[in-house]
Structure formats: C-alpha cells, structure tokens
C-alpha cells in the first residue's frame, strides 16, 4: 500500500498528503486556448499560452495535468504519496466570461467527484465557482461540498482585477463559512493595478508576480475587516503563506498606529491574531528548511500542511524535503497529513 511506504531510511511508516494538486480537463484546456489567442495585457496569458498553444511541440505540462488516474497515480505510488488534493489549476475558470465560468467550473467539479469515486483512497478535491457570478458561485459551493462531497474550495487570487473583500463577493465567503470549506487562495498572474514592474525579468509568475498578488489579496482580507464578518471564513496559502506572517511584527504595529490615527479599518483583532484563527499554509513550491522552522514557530505545527504543487514542481524533493526536516515524529505526521484531515474533512 503506497500509504504505508517506508519514510526514508527511518523504519517508519508515514501517510502522505499533498494539499496543492493541479489538474484540468479537455474543456478548460480548449476555453484556455482560446483565450490565448486574443491579445491582451493580462499577466496570465504567457504561461496559459505556453501550457494550452504550444504548438507541435507540445508543453511540458499539459499532459500531466490532464492526467490523473496513470502518470500521475505512478508518480504518487513511486514516491510514496497518499493522496492528492486536486485543485483545478490556475487561472481556473477566472479568465472566462461569468455564464462561461459558472458552466466550467461546474464540469470540472462533476469530474473530480468521478475521479474521488473511482480512488477514494488516492484523491480528494476542491471545488472551483466563479466568483464573478457570487450568487451561483454560492450555489454551486453548495452543490460542490454536499452533493458531489468536494473537500473544499479553490480560487486563483483575483477575478477581473478585483478582491474578495469586495461586498459584491460576501455571498462567497459566506458560503464557504457556512460550508465549513476553507478556501485555497491560490495565485494567478498579478491584477492590472499592480502587474507595471512586475512585467520585466520573468518577475509576474511563481519566482515574485503570483507571491505579490496573492499576498496582497490575503493582507486585503485581514485589514479590510472583512474577517470579523465572517470570523469562521478559513483560507490555506499556499508557498508557505505567500510570505504573508514573515510581516506580522510590522503589520500589528503598522496597524495599530494607523487605527489609532484613523486610518484603514476599525479591527477586533491584530492583522497576526487573524493570520493564526482564519488561515493555514502550506509548503507548496517552497522547500525551505528555515522558512518552515520560521512558520511552525510563528504560527504552531497546526497550521502547516504539506503539499507538492504537482506538476510544476517535482514530487522526489518535495518528499525527501519533508521526510528530511529536523521535527519530532508527532510533528511531521500533523505536517504530512494531521492537519490535512482536520481542514479538508478527510476522514
Ligand atoms: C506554476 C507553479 C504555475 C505553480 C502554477 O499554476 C502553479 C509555474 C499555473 O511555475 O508556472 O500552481
Ligand atoms: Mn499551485
């Protein structure tokens, strides 16, 4: 059993579950083309150009992420994963008009509920919607957790430039709330109003542009109050929080000053109070020993969940990165699949 595979060289068995998973579909693929072959100025479109109108050649990445039960249950099995948590992968359906989005995004939620049926033990899911239509969005989170039995939700940052602070998308964070659904805030290529200098050095995807954006979108649903709304709302970023707790000194003591000069929201809490209630991370795309001390000790061991980012990053670090960190048994089964089970309701 591929749950039960030895954790390296220790004698012991750990289950291994990776929580930031990507995949797509024929549909999404074909609406994603398309969409590349208009011009534009959004940061999004040279890498779904690269990924879904490479030409002949064909990409690096469209085929692994259009597979899920061979390639990538062989790649699982080899490594030693569990389970992935799938998440259709970004921009997802975002990039579409909203009738288009809700349509896809309910294709692709019907697929992962197949997909979990056939391999109940190797795949979990979360749902996508269309924030841009929030009243069928929240439909179909509905639809998504307690029809199909998705494990929670997925949205790439931004939709049209916009955040989900905005009152015109309480109906979705009232939903997943309500859902008990923690939202993966997952980046996307940066929104329009901050894309200018990110533009050059290759900088607007996942080495700075998608850190930026998310990070910002994570700051704009601590300081907007938005969080004493709706207290139960939780979020998982990914990349090891995006960064977001590195500025938690600086961000409550920022915050309170402009609190106290009348700036920005009235909060119930500090900016950091919300970061460990709302939020948890994961180690996505960032193996770093000293960033996961930084957040187990900044944030606690229960907030830190493990995950690949398959297939834009390799599986084999990814494990030998984990299996190899300096904690305690205890501490890196809460990392590897603990804390895992208790946010996505995995078991
Ligand atoms: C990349 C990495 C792209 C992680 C992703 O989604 C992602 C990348 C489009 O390196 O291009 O989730
Ligand atoms: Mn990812």
Redesign the pocket.
Known sequence: MSDLIEQRGTGRTVRRIATEE?FTIPEVADALREVSRHPGASLDLP?VRGIYDAGPSGSRFLGRLLDVEEQRLADMDEHGVALQVLSL??PGVQMFDADTACSLAEVANDYLAEVIGRHPDRFAGLASFAPHAPRRAAAEMERARNRLGLHGFVVNSHTNDEYLDDVKYWPVLEAAEALDGCIYL??RGPAAGIAGPLRDYGLY??MWGYGVETATHAVRLIASGVLDRFPGLRICLGHMGEGVHFWSWRMDFMQRRAAAWGHGAKLELTPSEYFRRNFVITTS?QESPEALDFSIRTLGVDHVLWAI?YP?QPTGPAVAFMDGVEVSDAERELLYHGNAERVFHLV
Do not use: E, K, Q, V
């Open positions: 990507a890498l992968t970004a997952h980046p995807a996942a795309g980012d834009y």
